[in-house]
């Protein structure tokens, strides 16, 4: 999407022809406050709906908000804030599952943020654009711009920017089948997070390293920490990462045989996404009880779900 900027330089000749009457200056003088009044109740609006209670709708509320107010920034004294909608923006459609817009966002963030020379932005736009990238199937590049949304964090000094560089990295190495690394960077964003005392953010760590465990059948290990993921998350309220912790300990139940304790599992995580409208979400909790029926030797129920 191309910001729409209004072309307000007239040729020359026309520059000494047709002057402006003094009420039409005077009208576009009060016209500008009005503006950066709307600008501001757009992102205010935007910003409000994404602290809120995780949910598709409040995500694709503020993305028509934000994608508002960005058409209405113009001109180079508001790059800054250009440079932020598009980050926010690059966030939100990766909450959506649009990952292309979120690229395309993401990208246009990391323009911005280096040539004005904002580590805090190039950090997050970096990870943006590796988070949509590793969603697309591209874990290389995902893992390159992981790797430089890192370095860029390095001189901000944002602890909570530097959790989420870590896990993405452990996220990108477990995908990536390097147990090894993976572990180690979940590890080392698991103690910043206990630092900050971010309980969601501690959770999240403790699911990443659930999930190597149980890839590297160290079940008593992977049931821990999935249950400590899951405390967190009923600690903070949030649904979707209980979802996720839910899915997490069903998949271990199922691959001990546990099928029963797996179902409820299961069940549980697919009530959370619906509460939640995360259609794939949702649709992943419901190939994940089709498994559970399918170990179970319930062909019929497995191919309806």
């Known amino acids: 999407m191309e910001t729409r900027r209004n072309d307000t330089h007239s040729p020359q000749g026309h520059l000494s022809e047709e002057q402006p009457e003094a009420g039409a200056s005077a009208i576009l003088t009060e016209k500008k406050p009005e503006e950066e009044e709307q600008l501001s109740t757009l992102l205010l609006s935007a910003r ?3 602290v809120r209670e995780k949910h598709s709708n409040n995500y694709e509320q503020a993305a028509k908000l934000l994608e508002q107010a960005f058409l209405m920034i ?3 004294s508001k790059e800054i804030m250009e440079a932020e909608v598009c980050g926010e923006l690059a966030e939100v459609f990766l909450s959506l599952d649009n990952y292309e817009q979120s690229l395309e966002y993401g990208q246009k963030c990391l323009a911005l943020s280096k040539k004005i020379g904002r580590k805090d932005l190039e950090a997050l736009a970096s990870a943006s654009v590796g988070s949509a990238y590793c969603k697309l199937g591209d874990l290389r590049r995902g ?3 992981h790797t430089k949304s890192l370095d860029a964090n390095s001189t901000t000094g944002d602890q909570k920017q530097k959790w989420k560089c870590l896990y993405n990295l452990g996220v990108t190495y477990n995908l990536l089948g390097d147990n090894e690394s993976a572990i180690r960077y979940f590890r080392e964003s698991l103690t910043i997070a206990e630092n900050v005392g971010n309980k969601l953010a501690i959770g999240e760590s403790h699911g990443g390293l659930a999930s190597v ?15 400590k993921h899951l405390e967190m998350a009923k600690e903070v309220k949030d649904k979707e990462s209980q979802a996720r912790a839910y899915g997490n300990l069903g998949n271990v139940y199922v691959t001990k045989g546990d099928y029963i304790k797996a179902f409820a599992l299961h069940q549980q995580q697919l ?6 409208d995360n259609k794939l979400g949702e649709g992943n909790a419901m190939g994940s009880l089709g498994n559970v029926y399918y170990c179970r030797g319930e062909l019929r129920k497995a191919i309806r779900n």
């Open 48 to 50: 409000e709906l994404l």
């Open 74 to 76: 113009q001109g180079p």
């Open 143 to 145: 893992l390159e711009f």
């Open 213 to 227: 465990f149980c890839k590297t059948r160290r079940y008593p290990e992977a049931i821990l920490h999935n249950e």
């Open 271 to 276: 009530t959370l996404y619906q509460e939640t």
